[in-house]
């Protein structure tokens, strides 16, 4: 009986492909990709299997924003607290990217796709890095979708970054406290040059933040999934950017 509840509640939000208007794509998506370890365990396979079919979802996600027009996707691949996993787990997280940008850098860059990294690159393992860095540098010209790798990113320790590099430069005389602005502050974020998210995607039924663009999201909208990550298509960033449409941005002003 639980069974057969829990099939209907991951099926309950497959339905038909949904209407969208062209005229209200949002610009910046940003997906916080949760659910590959629950979607192995009801499987019964290793949390690793759910983590590889995840960087499949990852492909879907980044055509399916390209088709619909999306000009930014932003993906938190790994946050600052994912080291706390099993060494085993992280180390194939770790190799996911590599994974990833060896099979569809290809295809990546004859989409136009440009590929971006934020978080703090300078302690991945060089294999992990040199193959982020190779597929920037390589699509650093191209002008469709950017393809944002949120990896090893924490948004407090953004922040905190973001601090020490202001005071430190309130102290060498180059900047006056009054001259930090928001638009200050958002050239240097990891985010910078990016604009808002103004949709924030969780999947596998959880609604909290865990620590993802803090900053950024002040006035995003948010959609929630049952569905996990490994399940994700582009019904349901069709069923996202729908309800996104249907909702009135107000920004704490009036309508
Ligand atoms: C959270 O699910 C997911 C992660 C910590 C990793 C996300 C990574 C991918 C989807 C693959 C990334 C691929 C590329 C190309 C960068 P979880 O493992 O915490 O799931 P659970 O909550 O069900 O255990």
Sequence with gaps: MIKRI??????KDRQEPVEISPD???RHVAIIMDGNGRWAK?????RVVGHQNGMKAVKRATIAANDLGVEFLTLYAFSTEN???????VDFLMRLPVEFLAIELDELIEKNVQV?????TEALPSHTRKAMEEAVARTLSNT???????????????????????GKDIQAGIL???????ELIDNRLSSSGLPDPDLLIRTSGEMRLSNFMLWQIAYSEFWFTDAYWPEFDKTHLMQAVAEYQRRTRRYGGLK
């Design 6 to 11: 829990q099939e209907w509640l991951s099926r």
């Design 24 to 26: 209200n794509i949002p």
């Design 42 to 46: 009801r499987r019964g396979m290793p």
């Design 83 to 89: 080291w706390t996993r099993p060494k085993d787990e």
């Design 116 to 120: 971006r990294v934020m978080g703090n």
């Design 144 to 166: 469709g979708l950017i393809l944002n790798f949120a990896l090893n990113y924490g948004g407090r320790k953004e922040i905190e970054d973001c601090m020490r590099a202001l």
């Design 176 to 182: 006056s406290p009054e001259e930090i602005t928001s």
